[in-house]
């Protein structure tokens, strides 16, 4: 489906508000964005598993969910992981959905021992494919070589074939005229990849503390992959490329310094150099990160704050970075329209002037009982009207 | 725990469907297929 001139006109509008908001001046008003998440699935009747493989029936939920609610953008994500069904399938759970079929649950893995850390950081690739990948999905530990290639092929080759169905984020453009912001693409920092898929949570901060150099010698052994994943350019300036960051929100300054802060340095400033903008999710604070912060370029970040002080933030920032906050998830859950207004035009009072502002949930929607539709209606129609410059 | 060399297939896999690509090229794409082991 083609957007109509009248949504394309909308289409524009808002990009061109994001576009003015992340380079720091005034736009008309206020953008809103939408960051339900899979929340949309239970607001439409659906649990996660009837939208598997289910094409049509995904883009319709994730449309209705952006519908009659004030949205200028979205981040989506683009959907649902429709690969987490193939890869239950092979034997791994890494990622599961709960048991009333409603969301997608992570598990915690560990793939890695403590004493092999030396393999991985001599040979990170061959590490992963011979030991991590065959400790994780039990399908290859299959006596048919033959089979397991069959599968490793599959297992190559569908991601393609699902983003070639996926049309979440395009159903949600040409219908309604609302840009994906995030749609530019992802950059994962190599300490996050170790934390998440290869040491998990506790051995990783273990390791920080017991074998810290082996631990950044296999975060240093990723970089020159990591690297090429930060684009070359020129792009255009919207949309952005995200991240959500893991484990920087455990690494106390000087840690920070060390593992974190020198990839996404990097990647911050090449995506700044290629053209676009880094639309970086700082999960929990970042506030004790902020002193690095400082030596990034004006303009180049758009910051999702989740518990970081948008007064403290718009204190030290204001000038440089883009901020993106609104009311927290605990407020919404309230059910109290009043006092998620009253939070809201607080947020807007202090982050809106000058420029650089965008309102949206610090934490996205999940579960059914994470926010009531109505009561995000009236919060997102209060700051159309009330966000105007 | 079976002993398979899964970075050997990956090499046959990337031999069958690029194989038009060479030297670093294909190297940098066996690098890409294993890395994204990680995330299944």
Redesign the interface.
């Known amino acids: 489906m083609r957007m109509t001139e009248d949504i394309k006109k909308l289409y524009n509008e808002r990009v061109e508000r994001f576009i003015t908001t992340s380079n720091l001046k005034e736009p008309d008003r206020v953008p809103i964005m939408n960051s339900t998440s899979v929340w949309a699935i239970s607001y439409s009747g659906y649990t996660y598993a009837d939208l598997y493989e289910n094409f049509d029936l995904e883009a319709e939920v994730f449309v209705k969910a952006h519908e009659g609610f004030f949205y200028d953008g979205t981040r989506t994500g683009g959907g649902i992981n429709h690969m987490v069904k193939f890869h239950n399938q092979l034997g791994s759970f890494q990622n599961f959905i709960s048991p009333n079929a409603v969301t997608l649950q992570h598990s915690e893995t560990s793939s890695m021992e403590a004493d092999e850390y030396d393999e991985f950081i001599a040979d990170p690739f061959r590490f992963i494919a011979n030991k991590i990948a065959i400790r994780k999905i039990t399908a290859f530990q299959d006596e048919d070589e033959e089979k397991v290639y069959q599968l490793m092929a599959e297992l190559f080759q569908k991601p393609a074939e699902i983003r070639a169905k996926t049309t979440v984020n395009e159903a949600i453009k040409n219908r309604l005229g609302i840009p994906a912001i995030s749609g530019g693409g992802n950059i994962v920092n190599p300490i996050d990849q170790i934390f998440d898929y290869v040491r998990g949570f506790k051995n990783t901060m273990t390791d920080i503390r017991r074998r810290p150099e082996k631990l950044l010698a296999a975060v240093e052994a990723m970089i020159p992959y990591a690297e090429r994943n930060i684009p070359k350019g020129p792009l255009p300036e919207f949309p952005w490329i995200t991240d959500n960051h893991h484990i920087a929100k455990f690494l106390t300054g000087e840690l920070f310094g060390k593992f974190y802060w020198p990839y996404y340095k990097t990647s911050v400033e090449g995506v700044f150099n290629a053209g676009t903008k880094f639309l970086s999710h700082f999960e929990g604070s970042w506030e004790q990160h902020y002193d690095y912060l400082q030596d990034l370029p004006k303009t180049s970040l758009i910051c999702i704050l989740e518990d970081d002080e948008v007064e403290v933030f718009k204190k030290r920032f204001a000038g440089q970075f883009c901020i993106y906050a609104g009311i927290h998830s605990s407020t919404l859950r309230s059910g109290d329209i009043e006092k998620c207004k009253e939070e809201a035009k607080r947020i807007i009072d202090i982050a809106a002037p000058g420029g650089g502002y965008i309102y949206g949930l610090r934490n996205g929607l999940l579960a059914p009982g994470d926010a009531d539709a109505e009561v995000i209606r009236a919060i997102n129609q209060f700051i159309l009207e009330y966000a105007v410059y | 725990?079976?002993e398979?060399?899964?970075?050997k297939?990956?090499e046959?896999?990337v031999e069958e469907?690029f194989p038009d690509l060479e030297g670093e090229a294909r190297q940098?794409r066996?690098?890409?297929?294993?890395?994204?082991?990680?995330?299944?």
């Open positions: 725990m079976r398979r060399d899964i970075y297939l990956v046959r896999y469907y940098q066996i690098e890409a297929l294993c890395a994204s082991f990680m995330n299944v």
